[in-house]
T-cell receptor
Framework: GQNIDQPTEMTATEGAIVQINCTYQTSGFNGLFWYQQHAGEAPTFLSYNVLDGLEEKGRFSSFLSRSKGYSYLLLKELQMKDSASYLCAVYNTNAGKSTFGDGTTLTVKP | DTAVSQTPKYLVTQMGNDKSIKCEQNLGHDTMYWYKQDSKKFLKIMFSYNNKELIINETVPNRFSPKSPDKAHLNLHINSLELGDSAVYFC??????????????FGPGTRLTVL
């Protein structure tokens, strides 16, 4: 089965940097996704990691260590609009599905 | 152009009623999904269809019956609605089943409230 852990809530200040961690224990692994979900809206794709290392995309970066079952999403130069839930999802090709963590609600304060 | 669309956006109904939610994607994807997101924001997969065929059924009560008339559409019919069915239901699609990449595109969600 899949077990995915993320912190439930985080708070950070506008302009700061925040790191959202995700640990997983899975029976199969073919990639890790991060999605952003604003309140009342649908999840939208942020990043994808399949190999170890850091993937950078503008203010957002995502890191993966497969041997440690660990990923993080790094958000730089936080803006108020970054207040949202961030979902970590582990993809298993054999199962044909992604399993989502319970999400981390990030609140950015002025 | 909306990639994944769902109707209705809001659905309020009485316990015991039967209701349907419709989903369409215009991305040419082979695989479609239904997810349930409860009040605690947990996003759980319910069903997955690949090219009109049921692939994943995550032990959902048989009051829930998905139907895929073609690979661009996946509808969800719910019989005998219960209070615990109140949630947001998201439809999603991805390019292919068991592909090397599984980015999912989500519809706007249907907020179901059972009274």
């Amino acid at each position: 089965g899949q077990n995915i852990d993320q912190p439930t809530e985080m708070t950070a200040t506008e302009g700061a940097i925040v790191q959202i961690n995700c640990t997983y224990q899975t029976s199969g692994f073919n990639g890790l996704f991060w999605y952003q979900q604003h309140a009342g809206e649908a999840p939208t794709f942020l990043s994808y990691n399949v190999l170890d290392g850091l993937e950078e995309k503008g203010r957002f970066s995502s890191f993966l260590s497969r041997s440690k079952g660990y990923s993080y999403l790094l958000l730089k130069e936080l803006q108020m609009k970054d207040s949202a839930s961030y979902l970590c999802a582990v993809y298993n090709t054999n199962a044909g599905k992604s399993t989502f963590g319970d999400g981390t609600t990030l609140t950015v304060k002025p | 152009d909306t990639a994944v669309s769902q109707t209705p956006k809001y659905l309020v109904t009485q316990m015991g009623n039967d209701k349907s939610i419709k989903c369409e994607q215009n991305l040419g994807h082979d695989t479609m999904y239904w997810y349930k997101q409860d009040s605690k924001k947990f996003l759980k997969i319910m069903f997955s269809y690949n090219n009109k065929e049921l692939i994943i059924n995550e032990t959902v009560p048989n009051r829930f019956s998905p139907k895929s008339p073609d690979k661009a559409h996946l509808n969800l019919h719910i019989n005998s609605l219960e209070l615990g069915d109140s949630a947001v239901y998201f439809c999603a699609s991805s390019q292919e089943f068991r592909g090397s990449y599984n980015e999912q595109f989500f519809g706007p969600g249907t907020r179901l409230t059972v009274l």
